[in-house]
């Protein structure tokens, strides 16, 4: 055995053996271990580099939500149940012309909003109503996108199409989950006005904001995309670290006049309801968003300082041709949508409106993280013709 120990085996000597085995069983389990490390880092970054290029995770996630789910087997996505049971018809295309009795088309991306999106809906339809008394030719309708929802959603909308009737709203509901990006634009994809407003279902910015909109795309000669900003509400929150909040009172400035810069929209403040506070946002959303400013404006736009303001309001013809030719799915979508629109030469401006949250004035930081990274990634293929 001493023979052995000595000469045989791995040729090691049985002093190395007895004095320095536990010395390298260690230093080689570090070594593995810092090596799994690396490895790991390196596969999981670059699949997250990736992902929106790929599909990745999401792509099975999805076929195998869509093969799992008895109720979405069903659904047709080009297709909208109508105010009589068992009736559907075929969504229109953005492709098509406008129709002339439609002037605005209100697009609401709605995801487990079973309790706010009611209260959306009855505040939209009451202004829309009054805009129609005021201007006879005013004709709207309402698209609710409901991303495949695991509550109530589509019920809850189908108790407005039975009592406005499916001219005024439509529900489209999506086979299975979506991005924000891609289920956003299958919806506008459906619709039928000379313009399109894109809202959220939650309903921190109310449907009547869509009047400085307005007056901002009249400014445009009517053809154009603007955008609802909060970015007066974010620079406010900096400076001043307030944490109650009941809404806001936004100067959107003069409609004819360049995009304003947040210090010029801080001519609206924050006026405190008391009793009611809203937690601010928290230091890793803001130092997130922030960096993603930085990236949008050094190579996309310099002017714009929200683009991810879920309250945008397009032209028809601005619509076709950023919505029909946009890649990505994700929330940086909206981001391709201005690079594009730069590229056609499609005016942008930027308006302050009303958000009634103020934790929500900044988005998470994993939504600014990835729009950050979609932004890069997309940058860099435009820059080697890939894009």
């Not at 810092?34 to 076929?63: E, N």
Request: with cysteine.
């Amino acid at each position: 055995m001493a023979s052995f120990g000595r000469h045989g085996g791995q040729g090691l000597p049985a002093e190395l053996l007895a004095s320095g085995g536990p010395e390298l069983a260690g230093l080689r389990m570090a070594v593995t271990a810092g090596v799994s490390v690396v490895l790991a880092f390196t596969i999981i970054s670059t699949w997250w580099c990736l992902a929106p290029l790929t599909g990745g995770l999401a792509f099975w996630q999805r076929r195998l939500r869509l093969l799992l789910s008895r109720r979405v087997a069903s659904l047709d996505e080009d297709h909208f149940a109508t105010e009589k049971e068992g009736e559907v018809a075929e969504f229109p295309s953005l492709s098509a012309l406008a129709d002339d009795k439609i002037v605005l088309s209100v697009v609401l991306l709605a995801c487990d909003e079973e309790a706010r999106l009611p209260v959306m809906l009855d505040d939209a339809i009451a202004y829309l109503q009054h805009r129609q008394l005021t201007q006879a030719s005013f004709g709207f309708e309402i698209i609710v996108v409901d991303n495949a929802s695991h509550d109530f959603t589509a019920s809850a909308a189908t108790r407005f199409v039975h009592k406005y009737g499916a001219n005024v709203v439509r529900i489209l509901r999506l086979r299975y989950r979506h991005d924000d990006g891609a289920a956003i634009r299958k919806g506008v994809l459906r619709t039928r006005g000379k313009y399109i407003l894109v809202a959220g279902a939650e309903g921190f910015v109310r449907l009547s904001e869509y009047d400085r909109l307005e007056s901002a795309m009249t400014s445009l000669q009517g053809e154009g995309i603007v955008l609802g900003s909060r970015a007066h509400m974010q620079l406010d929150l900096r400076s001043r670290g307030a944490t109650k909040v009941s809404r806001m009172d936004a100067d959107s400035g003069d409609a004819g006049s360049a995009n304003p810069s947040p210090a010029d929209m801080t001519s609206s403040t924050l006026e405190h309801r008391q009793g009611q506070t809203s937690q601010a946002p928290s230091l890793a959303c803001e130092v997130a968003w922030r960096i993603f400013q930085v990236i949008f404006q050094m190579f996309c736009a310099r002017d714009i300082y929200d683009p991810l303001c879920p309250f945008q309001l397009y032209s028809r013809l601005a619509a076709q041709r950023v919505f029909l030719r946009e890649r990505l799915d994700t929330p940086a979508a909206t981001c391709e949508r201005l690079v594009l629109a730069r590229r056609f030469g499609i005016p942008i401006v930027e308006r302050a409106v009303q958000w009634t949250s103020l934790q929500e004035c900044i988005p998470p930081a994993k939504i600014s993280a990835e729009c950050a990274r979609d932004t890069l990634i997309m940058v860099v293929l435009r820059k080697l013709n890939l894009w």
